[in-house]
């Protein structure tokens, strides 16, 4: 939109310069008619609109761009070394969630099928009744034994916590087909933990890791999208700062229904 800023008012009465007002008032009515273009946003009773001058672009229209595609605001605006920029992190980006996603699962999996082959339920059972005198068959009691003894219990489903307890609580250890430690009160390290359990420890953090870096990547990805908004915004609105215009004249308006002359300095943009 074009604007005009008023930077002085020269108010026409008898008393300047000792001239008659009246022909003062028609000489600069008279003189202001080249200028056609005059736009009064006080009074709207002088010239006409104006458009916005060759090669303006939308701010928002940009910033709307970039929210949706990383690069396209600033494709618009005509930056287009910025929009390869935003386009190729948006694409790293989610080739990076792509790539680590796909591996935290191939890890997962494999943990998975290590486990069911190195880690007996029946085996964990046996200990616990082992140590609580409970009939092995009554596995109801057993579960509650485990509950009065024990901060965890053995879920009775494999899902995600059942295969991340039997990794990472002690009380799981005997059940390794390796492990060798069965006493309730051994007081275990690190050191006496089974080797396989050690193992699948250092898979099952592997694979939370690559799921760790998926979620980066998706985060880079809502923040490119977000900085390319908002630098499109910025970007167009420098463009369109460069195509301003600056002009001052004399140009006549109304004041509460009385001739006036103004001197105003008309910026374009």
């Known amino acids: 939109m074009r604007r005009s800023f008023i930077v002085l008012t020269l108010w026409v009465g008898f008393a300047v310069a000792g001239a008659d007002a009246t022909d003062w008032q028609a000489f ?62 948006e694409a790293l980006s989610w080739t990076m969630y792509a790539v680590y996603n796909a591996e935290g699962y191939d890890i997962d999996a494999e943990f998975r099928a290590y486990a069911d082959a190195h880690w007996s339920e029946s085996d964990y059972w046996d200990w616990i009744a082992g140590h609580s005198g409970r009939d092995r068959n009554d596995l109801p009691a057993l579960r509650e034994w485990e509950r009065e003894k024990f901060s965890h219990g053995l879920h009775e489903q494999k899902d995600q916590q059942y295969y991340e307890m039997i990794g990472k609580y002690d009380q799981f ?65 420098r463009h369109n700062r460069s195509l301003a215009q ?17 001197l105003s300095l008309r910026l374009n943009w």
């Open 28 to 89: 600069m009515l008279e003189s202001a008619q080249v200028n056609s273009s005059f736009v009064s946003d006080q009074t709207g009773e002088v010239g006409t609109p104006m458009s916005h001058p060759d090669g303006w672009k939308s701010p928002k229209t940009g910033l709307l761009l970039s929210a949706v595609v990383p690069g396209a605001g600033q494709y618009y605006g005509g930056s287009l070394l910025k929009a390869v920029g935003f386009v190729a992190i």
């Open 173 to 237: 250890n005997y059940a390794w087909d390796d492990s060798e430690i069965g006493l309730l009160d051994d007081g275990w390290t690190k050191s006496q933990r089974s080797a396989r359990r050690l193992y699948y420890e250092g898979r099952r953090d592997a694979s939370n890791q690559a799921f760790k870096k998926a979620t980066t990547g998706i985060t880079i990805a809502l923040l490119n999208h977000i900085v390319s908004s908002l630098d499109a915004a910025w970007t167009i609105s």
């Open 246 to 262: 600056a002009s001052l004249q004399f140009e006549p308006m109304k004041f509460n229904h009385q001739p006036a002359t103004v």
